[in-house]
């Protein structure tokens, strides 16, 4: 199985920007789609974005626009650039590896977490106004 480790969260003003990084250990990620999630305090955990293996990439209408996930299978990381963060962007990130190998989610697909197996521990990030 594999283990992922989230990095890169922290404390940003409304408008700044942010880039996380998962990185993935026990096996590699380049025969998976790797997603982002979050969930912000009281609020159910909601899918972010979505990269699979041939780069594809989809996005939460919330997001789109201003985040962008992108993978590097060399290194076995996934990021998450966010740009123009906003308040309400406030919550824990966690990347999740899909339970699948070689899934191609497509622009109109619906990713949900019971889709996805391996988790990090999470990311904070904070945007204040």
């Known amino acids: 199985q594999v283990q992922l480790v989230e990095s890169g969260g922290g404390l940003v003003q409304a408008g700044g920007s942010l880039r996380l990084s998962c990185a993935a250990s026990?096996?590699?990620?380049?025969?998976?789609?790797i997603a982002w999630f979050r969930q912000a305090p009281g609020k159910e955990r909601e899918f972010v974005a979505v990269i699979s293996l041939t780069a594809r990439t989809v996005y939460a209408n919330s997001v789109k626009g201003r985040f962008t996930i992108s993978r590097d299978n060399a290194k076995n990381t996934v990021y998450l650039q966010m740009n123009s963060l906003k308040p309400e962007d406030t919550a824990v990130y966690y990347c999740?590896?899909?339970?699948?190998?070689?899934?191609?989610?497509?622009?109109?697909?619906?990713?949900?977490?019971?889709?996805?197996?391996?988790w990090g521990q999470g990311s904070q990030v904070t945007v204040s106004s």
């Open positions: 999740a590896a899909d339970r699948s190998s070689f899934r191609d989610w497509g622009s109109n697909s619906d990713p949900g977490i019971a889709d996805f197996g391996s």
């Open positions: 026990g096996r590699t990620l380049s025969t998976y789609a």
